[in-house]
Each structure stands twice: as C-alpha cells, then as structure tokens.
C-alpha cells in the first residue's frame, strides 16, 4: 500500500503542499487583516474543480491574489521535475482526473499529441482546406494556381493575381500546404 506523501506547492512554499495522490492542503499560518490584528487559519484539504473533459483544478491565494492551478502540474512539479518551457504534463492513462504521481510524465507537446493519436483521444476530425474555416483560398483557386505554373506564370504574377504572397503561392504549387488535392 502506497503512503501518501506531502510536498511543498512550488512558489507558495508556506502556504499549501500536494500530495503524491493529486490532493492539495492549506497550510496553518498566521494572517494579518487590513487592520493589522493576526488570526490564526487552520490547515485544510483543498476542494479541488472537477469538470467534466477538463483537466483538475485548484484555486490557490497568496497575499490576498487568487490564482488557479492544474492539480497535475503542481504534483508533477513537486514530485517529478519542474515543466520546463515548452514542455508539458501528460496523463499516462489519459484520464484527467488521475492525478497520482505514477499517472504523470513531463513530456514534448508533440509526443503529448503523439500519445493522444495514440489512444484515439483526438475526438474532432481534422478539417482541411476550404473546410477548415481559416482558409483564403477555395480548392478551384488552389488548382487555378498550379495550372498558372504549369503554364509558365512565374510565383510573382500568380501571388499578384491572388493577392497573396510569392510564399505562399510557393507552398501551394510544391504541395507543402493543400497537400491533399
């Protein structure tokens, strides 16, 4: 049976700790109030915010600020390593709510997405072209391109003809983005 061990949260060293387990406590202080008397605030465990698809969270206050935290990053910063930039907290099992230590790895973001692909979690379907909402370009325009190139138009014309940039035309004519016509 696995004992369920305390550490301090990362910037906040006085005032609360996490567990191994993914549970998070007040720490007993004293505090002052706008009148300058003391009134001593016991130690507690922490309600935690359990929403359903999204990961746990904790709202933690330090000198009258309020800030909210993933549980599986505070855990994983006291037990594993600090997260380095660009780096990120992956659930090993993927269930977002699991926050035991064992359940937490710090990994790329690319081998978090990786891991997603992995175990099917990637719900939405990956929208490409016109479909994506964020395109410029229709599927007629991107075949119009690369007939003008076949045609002889050098990147110049064909960009000025779209309004767009010699990069960009670039791009659709080597087949690096609209890939799929």
């Known amino acids: 049976m696995e004992l369920e ?4 949260v ?4 006085d005032y609360y700790e996490v567990s191994n387990f993914g549970r998070v406590r007040s720490l007993e202080r004293e505090v002052r109030n706008t009148l300058k008397s003391c009134r001593v605030v016991k130690g507690r465990i922490l309600s935690l915010n359990y929403r359903k698809g999204k990961y746990v969270t904790v ?24 997260v380095p930039k660009g780096m ?5 099992n993927a269930d977002k709510h699991d926050n035991y230590v064992s359940n937490l790895e710090i990994v790329t973001y690319s081998e978090n997405i990786k891991h997603a692909h992995r175990l099917g ?4 379907p990956c929208l490409r072209g016109e479909d994506s909402g964020k395109s410029y370009f ?3 325009d991107v075949l119009k391109i690369r007939k ?6 050098t990147f110049k014309v064909i960009a000025n ?9 670039s791009n659709i004519v080597y087949k690096k983005t609209w890939n799929h016509i």
């Open 5 to 8: 061990v305390w550490k301090p």
């Open 10 to 13: 990362r910037g906040f060293e």
């Open 59 to 82: 709202g933690l206050s330090k000198d009258q600020v309020v800030k909210t935290f993933s549980v599986h990053t505070l855990v994983a910063e006291a037990f594993i390593r600090e």
């Open 88 to 92: 990120c907290v992956n659930h090993i």
């Open 121 to 124: 979690l990637n719900y939405s």
């Open 138 to 140: 229709k599927e007629a």
């Open 148 to 153: 003008m190139r076949e045609e002889g138009n």
């Open 161 to 169: 003809t779209f309004n767009c940039s010699i990069s960009t035309i």
